[in-house]
C-alpha cells in the first residue's frame, strides 16, 4: 500500500510570497501518476497539475509541479488572495488505485 | 460543458442502507471510467471505488473500506452511474463526489458539487 505524506499540515505565507508544498510517497511512484488538487471550503477539489508536472486546463502558469521517485512539490511563484485553501496531493495505482495524501492548508499569514 | 450531478444523499441510522445517484453530461459517458470519492467532514480525500466502460468490462474497484458493503454500477442508456451503500457506518458520513477523468492521465478533471450522506441514530 502506497501511503501519501504532505507536508507541512498547514502553511502561513502572505500575498505575493512563494509557496513550496511537498508531497511524499512511501514508495517510489510512477511521475504519470501523480497528480494535486486545489480545495476550497464547501467546493469540489479541482484538478492544477498531472503527471506530476503538467497543468491542467485553465491552471494559471504561477502553480508548477516537479519531483520523481518518492518526493514530489507543487510550487506556488506568487501567491495570490485566491490561493489560499487546501492542496491534495494523489497517486494512481493499478493494484492501489487512488490515493490521496492528507492535505496541506494554505492560510493567510 | 461537462456536468456531474450527484444526488440521493441524506439521514440514514447505522446499519441502513441507500443508494446515491450521478447524473452525467456533456460528454461520452459510455467511454468513461467513473469514480466515487468521499470527504469526512473536516478531513481529506478518500477514493471509494470505481467502474470501467463497458467496453473495458464495466468491472468495478472498491476501497477496502467499504469492500463488501457499497456497490457501483452504471446505465449508460441513461448516463448515469450510482453508488449502493449498505450496512451504513457513522464512519461513512461523508459528501459523496463522482469524478471522472476525461483524458490518459489518471487524474480526475471534472467533479460534481458533491451530496451529503449523514449516518447517525
Known amino acids: 500500500e502506497i501511503v501519501l505524506t504532505q507536508s507541512p499540515d498547514t502553511l502561513s505565507l502572505s500575498p505575493g510570497e512563494r509557496a513550496t508544498l511537498s508531497c511524499r510517497a512511501s514508495q517510489s511512484v510512477s511521475s504519470t501518476h501523480l497528480a494535486w488538487y486545489q480545495q476550497k471550503p464547501g467546493q469540489a477539489p479541482r484538478l492544477l497539475i498531472y503527471?506530476?508536472?503538467s497543468r491542467a486546463t485553465g491552471i494559471p502558469d504561477r502553480f508548477s509541479g516537479s519531483g520523481s521517485g518518492t518526493d514530489f512539490t507543487l510550487t506556488i511563484s506568487r501567491l495570490e488572495p485566491e490561493d489560499f485553501a487546501v492542496y491534495y496531493c494523489q497517486h494512481y495505482g493499478s493494484t492501489t488505485m487512488y490515493t490521496f495524501g492528507q492535505g496541506t492548508k494554505l492560510e493567510i499569514k | 460543458e461537462v456536468q456531474l450531478v450527484e444526488s440521493g444523499g441524506g439521514l440514514v441510522k447505522p446499519g441502513g442502507s441507500l443508494r446515491l445517484s450521478c447524473a452525467a453530461s456533456?460528454?461520452?459517458?459510455?467511454?468513461?471510467?467513473m469514480s466515487w470519492v468521499r470527504q469526512a467532514p473536516g478531513k481529506g480525500l478518500e477514493w471509494v471505488g470505481r467502474i470501467k466502460s463497458k467496453a473495458d468490462g464495466a468491472t468495478p474497484d472498491y476501497a477496502a473500506p467499504v469492500k463488501g458493503r457499497f456497490t457501483i454500477s452504471r446505465d449508460d442508456s441513461k448516463n448515469m452511474l450510482y453508488l449502493q451503500m449498505s450496512s451504513l457506518k457513522t464512519e461513512d458520513t461523508a459528501v459523496y463526489y463522482c469524478?471522472?477523468?476525461?483524458?490518459?492521465?489518471?487524474?480526475?478533471?471534472?467533479w460534481g458539487h458533491g451530496i451529503l450522506v449523514t449516518v447517525s441514530s
Open positions: 503527471g506530476a508536472s
Open positions: 469524478p471522472t477523468r476525461s483524458g490518459a492521465p489518471p487524474a480526475f478533471d471534472y
Open positions: 456533456g460528454f461520452s459517458f459510455s467511454d468513461a471510467w
